[in-house]
């Protein structure tokens, strides 16, 4: 996600530029439809008439010709009657425009005609002044405005200011009646945050907005274009260019479908606008005044997870490891059954123990002297009470040091706030607590329970941040709340690892082998005769060595490989991997491994849709000091020399990838060669691939939303191997496929995958495993030393937020390794201070090393490539500009010159005439 973009709107200070894409999205009527609907009312008033030329129009697609020539014949005032008359949404869908409204936005600009923005905002209660685009109006546009929407064509109401035809549009470019709209609109790309969506960059009613666009962008104010269909290539020419960051989506339907799923991935991230009020189930779990000691029970039970016990006493230890978290508080309570025991454990209230089990939880209780059992009454023992306190100090240290953390970041990023700092910390100490408790509960129910029970708690920790901060009323507190959590991950610290990595696992094994603990059993027994099928992003994350969370993913896989659990992946699969390697190599080889756009990619900044978990890798790497080279790299990731030397990956390099991955215990196989396969199967692989691609369009499912590779954006390739998957799981549970058993046994298969998707299209059956779960569930029931235990659980933790789109690169570290290329960037700005002076000294209005410095320093090596190009085309425009007056001048000398021999030969006229007057009287008088 482009840092750019979430930096303006996180900031409450972007203006919104509003193009067609939402509201055609919406169904309000496009040009093409607007052209229809002219020429049909002209045909109707003028019947057997041609209009072959207006029809050339529309077929040509210069639709403001089509309203010039039907206004010049039937008049305006009933074109734009006609045109009123239509312009209504043809669908309920209110999305796009509603997620639009919740972002803090003091100002919206748009060229649309309709009224849709004002009309989502007063459903917020937020009070916005709708403006036209005359100078009255214009003069407001100042940076602190606030509350307003400016229609910058004006509306179909009156003709007054209305941009619709092709005069018009001459007109506003050029005309000098529009000089002081150009001057005011650039003034605006120039000074404020723009963040401009749903323009087509190749759009000809918008190409006066992209010039002044270009114009008025600046390298410390860039503009921000979400944009349907732009290459990566088109991406920089405009980034280096024009200081435009295009953030492009896929809309080959034209339907802008799309444009809605970036923006609600976009939102995750951006605290909403105070109007917009917490849910009330999320406000319950969050207002329920959690104790200090609230997350003891996740830490106490992850102490237990690494005994080499049988599945059975692994069970009843953490569940007695649970309930000794919570003796104090339940002898404060004078609690003194099983069942409110472990309610305040967090324990699901609708799971109920088997009478057996609640016996021996009971025993165990009484023989470890924690309890005494009288008259069906658990009485807690002083003895209880002293070890749980000794451990609860334990606990409270390592939450002491994180919370602590946690106050000196608020109190460093937001020094308005430093009253508040302590109140902000243990809102997010509680809100990261109650996710992954109840998160806890949710992925043990997904995977374990027998009953599809539906959650409204958010899955991602992005999201469910992003929801909590809505507990303020206060855009400030927001902001920090939802900041300052994400920086707990971005940013981390021991204290942080210790802290959450230790809890979040510790819930999660609790719930999975505790209230789910007969299926988890049963799914633990049956492991190493299960078929897990491993989808492309964890191939990914295992092999580009050291990005984030590939530690856990590495060292997760060898264990399970160690203990005979085998991991599959199908070509198809596997050939996402390679496109998504090979998309790296190509980066490197063709900018070199020192250059900007490696770390564009490896963050998934502009002209990059998404971030490369191998340049993240590779970034990574040298920071800890290694050879700043990329072949070093791969040597270290294949070992074979000379790796990656093509534009291509050839097939014994692929050969060499998988080997590297069956180290890791991942097996590639051909589904044609999968045993059990039959011809027929193609066709079904086929039909499937169509119902998923369906799915797709007719809904807002993301294929996968985790999908990191730059090529593979396109839902109509990605939907062949998900369709191979689904058939691979679906037979090998019949006992059609059988890789691991005999033909006609049934074999437990999993998709371990972040693609939802299709256990909707399986009728409801779960045919996927989401990644965290299965990362959870391994090492849970397969523990490793405890040694870096927390670290690896927080990794997984990491991988949550990388595949909701945030980067987690931090500027410090990329800074620390391409520091050499930062330093050149001042050197080379000096060689062109002469030349700055002259093109942009006026339009930046300080030294260029001021302007740089306003950036992050990452970004300096990108800004120096756009100075330059700036200069250049200003000295261009400026050299045009001489030659042009140099023109003027001498076409007015040559008029000049031509009015003079005009008058010198009038003069030269006059004066014989005056001769021959002359002589006529003086013949007279002679």
Same mark, same amino acid.
């Given at each position: 996600?482009?840092?750019?973009?979430?930096?303006?709107?996180?900031?409450?200070?972007?203006?919104v530029?509003?193009?067609?894409?939402?509201?055609?999205?919406?169904?309000?009527?496009?040009?093409?439809h607007?052209?229809?609907?002219?020429?049909?009312?002209?045909?109707d008033?003028?019947p057997?008439?041609?209009?072959?030329?207006?029809?050339?129009?529309?077929?040509?697609?210069?639709?403001?010709?089509?309203?010039?020539?039907?206004?010049?014949?039937?008049?305006?005032?009933l074109?734009?009657?006609?045109?009123?008359?239509?312009?209504?949404?043809?669908?309920?869908?209110?999305?796009?425009?509603?997620?639009?409204?919740?972002?803090?936005?003091?100002?919206?600009?748009?060229?649309?005609?309709?009224d849709?923005?004002?009309?989502?905002?007063?459903?917020?209660?937020?009070?916005?002044i709708?403006?036209?685009?005359?100078?009255?109006?214009?003069n407001?546009?100042?940076?602190?405005?606030?509350?307003?929407?400016?229609?910058?064509?004006?509306?179909?109401?009156?003709?007054?200011?209305?941009?619709?035809?092709?005069?018009?549009?001459?007109?506003?470019?050029?005309?000098?009646?529009?000089?002081?709209?150009r001057?005011?609109?650039?003034?605006?790309f120039?000074?404020?945050?723009?963040?401009?969506?749903?323009y087509?960059?190749?759009?000809?009613?918008?190409?006066?907005?992209?010039?002044?666009?270009?114009?008025g962008?600046?390298?410390?104010?860039?503009?921000?274009?979400?944009?349907?269909?732009?290459?990566?290539?088109?991406?920089?020419?405009?980034?280096?260019?024009?200081?435009?960051?295009?953030i492009?989506?896929?809309?080959?339907?034209?339907?802008?479908?799309?444009?809605?799923?970036?923006?609600?991935?976009?939102?995750d991230?951006?605290?909403?606008? +105070? @109007?917009?009020?917490?849910? #009330?189930? !999320?406000?319950?779990?969050?207002?329920?005044? %959690?104790?200090? *000691?609230?997350? =003891?029970?996740?830490?106490?039970?992850?102490?237990?997870?690494?005994?080499?016990?049988d599945?059975?006493?692994?069970?009843?230890?953490?569940?007695?490891?649970?309930?000794?978290?919570i003796?104090?508080?339940?002898?404060?309570?004078?609690?003194?059954?099983?069942?409110?025991?472990?309610?305040?454990?967090?324990?699901?209230?609708?799971?109920?123990?088997?009478?057996?089990?609640?016996?021996?939880? +009971? @025993?165990?209780?009484?023989? #470890?002297? !924690?309890?005494?059992?009288?008259?069906?009454? %658990?009485?807690? *023992?002083?003895? =209880?009470?002293e070890?749980?306190h000794?451990?609860?100090?334990?606990?409270?240290?390592?939450?002491?040091?994180?919370?602590?953390?946690?106050?000196?970041?608020i109190?460093?990023?937001?020094?308005?706030?430093?009253?508040?700092?302590?109140r902000?910390?243990?809102?997010?100490?509680?809100?990261?607590?109650?996710?992954?408790?109840?998160?806890?509960?949710?992925?043990?129910?997904?995977?374990?329970?027998?009953?599809?029970d539906?959650?409204?708690?958010?899955?991602?920790?992005?999201?469910?941040?992003?929801?909590?901060?809505?507990?303020?009323?206060?855009?400030?507190?927001?902001?920090?709340?939802?900041?300052?959590?994400?920086?707990?991950?971005?940013?981390?610290?021991?204290?942080?690892?210790?802290?959450?990595?230790s809890?979040?696992?510790?819930?999660?094994?609790?719930?999975?082998?505790?209230?789910?603990?007969?299926?988890?059993?049963e799914?633990?027994?049956?492991?190493?005769?299960?078929?897990?099928?491993?989808?492309?992003?964890?191939?990914?994350?295992?092999?580009?060595?050291?990005?984030?969370?590939?530690?856990?993913?590495?060292?997760?896989?060898?264990?399970?490989?160690?203990?005979?659990?085998?991991?599959?992946?199908?070509n198809?699969?596997?050939?996402?991997?390679?496109?998504?390697?090979?998309?790296?190599?190509?980066?490197?080889?063709?900018?070199?491994?020192?250059?900007?756009?490696?770390?564009?990619?490896?963050?998934?900044?502009?002209?990059?849709?998404?971030?490369?978990?191998?340049?993240?890798g590779f970034?990574?790497?040298?920071?800890?000091?290694?050879?700043?080279?990329?072949?070093?790299?791969?040597?270290?990731?294949?070992?074979?020399?000379?790796?990656?030397?093509?534009?291509?990956?050839?097939?014994e390099?692929?050969?060499?990838?998988?080997?590297?991955?069956?180290?890791?215990?991942?097996?590639?196989?051909?589904?044609?060669d999968?045993?059990?396969?039959?011809?027929?199967?193609?066709?079904?692989?086929?039909d499937?691939?169509?119902?998923?691609?369906?799915?797709?369009?007719?809904?807002?499912?993301?294929?996968?939303?985790?999908?990191?590779?730059?090529?593979?954006?396109?839902p109509?390739?990605?939907?062949?191997p998900e369709?191979?998957?689904?058939?691979?799981?679906?037979k090998?549970?019949?006992?059609?496929?059988?890789i691991?058993?005999?033909i006609?046994?049934?074999?437990?298969?999993?998709?371990?995958?972040?693609?939802?998707?299709?256990?909707?299209?399986?009728?409801?059956?779960?045919i996927?495993?989401?990644?965290?779960?299965?990362?959870?569930?391994?090492?849970?029931?397969?523990?490793?030393?405890?040694d870096g235990?927390?670290?690896?659980?927080f990794?997984?933790?990491?991988?949550?937020?990388?595949?909701?789109?945030?980067?987690?690169?931090?500027d410090?570290?990329?800074?620390?390794?391409?520091?050499?290329?930062?330093?050149?960037?001042?050197?080379?700005?000096?060689?062109?201070?002469?030349?700055?002076?002259?093109?942009?000294?006026?339009?930046?209005?300080?030294?260029?090393?001021?302007?740089?410095?306003?950036l992050?320093?990452?970004?300096?090596?990108?800004?120096?490539?756009?100075?330059?190009?700036?200069?250049?085309?200003?000295?261009?425009?400026?050299?045009?500009?001489?030659?042009?007056?140099?023109?003027?001048?001498?076409?007015?000398?040559?008029?000049?010159?031509?009015?003079?021999?005009?008058?010198?030969?009038?003069?030269?006229?006059?004066?014989?005439?005056?001769?021959?007057?002359k002589?006529?009287?003086?013949?007279?008088?002679?």
């Open positions: 996600m482009d840092s750019f973009l979430l930096s303006y709107l996180c900031s409450g200070k972007a203006w530029f509003i193009g067609s894409g939402p509201s055609i999205q919406r169904g309000y009527p496009n040009w093409k607007m052209a229809n609907i002219a020429l049909n009312t002209l045909q008033i003028r057997g008439q041609n209009f072959d030329n207006i029809k050339r129009y529309k077929e040509n697609f210069e639709y403001p010709k089509v309203f010039d020539e039907v206004s010049k014949i039937i008049g305006m005032p074109l734009l009657q006609q045109l009123r008359f239509e312009l209504k949404p043809s669908t309920a869908e209110t999305k796009i425009y509603d997620l639009l409204c919740q972002w803090p936005v003091p100002v919206y600009l748009t060229t649309n005609y309709d849709e923005i004002q009309n989502r905002l007063t459903a917020l209660r937020e009070s916005y709708t403006y036209s685009n005359d100078e009255d109006h214009l407001l546009l100042v940076p602190e405005f606030n509350g307003a929407i400016y229609k910058l064509h004006g509306d179909l109401r009156s003709e007054k200011g209305l941009i619709l035809t092709d005069t018009h549009y001459k007109e506003i470019m050029s005309s000098s009646d529009w000089e002081f709209w001057t005011k609109m650039t003034s605006v120039q000074m404020n945050r723009i963040v401009i969506v749903g087509s960059l190749t759009d000809s009613h918008i190409q006066h907005i992209l010039r002044l666009a270009k114009k962008a600046g390298v410390t104010l860039p503009i921000c274009w979400i944009a349907p269909d732009v290459t990566i290539e088109e991406s920089k020419k405009y980034l280096e260019e024009y200081r435009i960051r295009v492009s989506y896929d809309n080959r339907d034209g339907q802008h479908q799309n444009l809605l799923r970036l923006l609600e991935s976009i939102s991230f951006i605290p909403k606008r +105070i @109007s917009i009020t917490i849910r #009330q189930s !999320l406000d319950k779990l969050l207002q329920s005044n %959690l104790p200090p *000691t609230s997350a =003891a029970p996740g830490f106490f039970v992850y102490n237990k997870l690494f005994a080499q016990d599945f059975e006493d692994k069970r009843i230890k953490i569940i007695i490891a649970a309930i000794s978290s003796l104090p508080r339940a002898k404060e309570r004078n609690l003194s059954t099983l069942k409110d025991f472990l309610a305040l454990t967090g324990w699901p209230e609708n799971n109920k123990l088997s009478s057996q089990l609640e016996k021996t939880i +009971i @025993s165990e209780l009484v023989n #470890q002297n !924690l309890c005494t059992f009288e008259d069906k009454c %658990l009485l807690i *023992t002083e003895k =209880a009470i070890n749980s000794l451990q609860l100090s334990a606990f409270q240290h390592t939450r002491d040091r994180f919370l602590n953390s946690v106050i000196l970041r109190k460093q990023k937001f020094p308005p706030l430093i009253e508040d700092a302590e902000i910390a243990n809102d997010i100490d509680a809100s990261l607590v109650t996710f992954f408790k109840e998160g806890g509960v949710t992925l043990a129910s997904m995977l374990f329970s027998k009953n599809n539906s959650t409204t708690l958010p899955l991602s920790i992005s999201k469910f941040i992003q929801e909590a901060s809505q507990k303020y009323n206060d855009i400030l507190l927001r902001q920090a709340f939802f900041s300052i959590s994400v920086e707990i991950f971005i940013r981390s610290t021991s204290a942080d690892h210790d802290y959450l990595g809890i979040a696992q510790g819930f999660f094994a609790f719930h999975m082998l505790g209230a789910f603990g007969e299926v988890a059993k799914r633990f027994l049956n492991a190493v005769n299960t078929v897990w099928l491993v989808d492309s992003s964890l191939q990914i994350y295992c092999l580009a060595l050291a990005s984030t969370s590939n530690t856990i993913f590495r060292e997760s896989f060898i264990h399970l490989k160690s203990m005979g659990i085998r991991l599959f992946s199908t198809s699969l596997f050939e996402e991997t390679i496109e998504h390697l090979w998309f790296a190599n190509k980066i490197v080889r063709e900018n070199g491994a020192n250059s900007y756009y490696v770390i564009a990619a490896a963050r998934g900044d502009s002209p990059y849709r998404k971030s490369n978990v191998f340049l993240e970034i990574r790497w040298q920071s800890i000091g290694k050879i700043k080279d990329w072949d070093s790299y791969l040597f270290e990731l294949f070992q074979t020399p000379n790796f990656l030397q093509n534009s291509y990956i050839t097939d390099e692929k050969i060499i990838i998988k080997k590297t991955l069956a180290n890791f215990g991942i097996e590639v196989q051909e589904i044609i999968w045993p059990g396969f039959v011809p027929e199967d193609t066709q079904i692989i086929n499937t691939k169509e119902k998923i691609i369906k799915k797709i369009l007719d809904s807002q499912h993301l294929i996968k939303n985790n999908s990191n590779s730059e090529v593979l954006s396109n109509y390739d990605k939907a062949s369709a191979e998957a689904l058939l691979l799981v679906s090998e549970r019949s006992g059609e496929y059988y691991l058993s005999e006609g046994q049934k074999t437990p298969c999993w998709f371990i995958s972040d693609t939802s998707m299709l256990n909707s299209i399986a009728s409801g059956l779960r996927t495993w989401p990644t965290i779960s299965f990362l959870n569930f391994a090492n849970t029931l397969f523990p490793q030393q405890k235990s927390s670290e690896r659980s990794e997984t933790l990491l991988f949550d937020l990388s595949r909701s789109g945030l980067n987690l690169l931090d410090n570290l990329v800074d620390s390794v391409f520091s050499g290329i930062i330093d050149e960037t001042t050197i080379s700005l000096n060689e062109q201070r002469g030349i700055y002076e002259k093109t942009l000294s006026e339009k930046y209005g300080e030294d260029p090393e001021l302007v740089l410095n306003k992050s320093s990452i970004y300096r090596p990108m800004a120096l490539i756009q100075l330059v190009k700036e200069m250049a085309e200003n000295a261009k425009e400026s050299e045009s500009l001489v030659k042009d007056q140099l023109q003027k001048s001498i076409l007015r000398e040559k008029q000049v010159e031509t009015e003079l021999r005009k008058v010198e030969k009038y003069r030269n006229r006059a004066l014989r005439k005056e001769n021959r007057t002589m006529k009287k003086n013949k007279k008088k002679k």
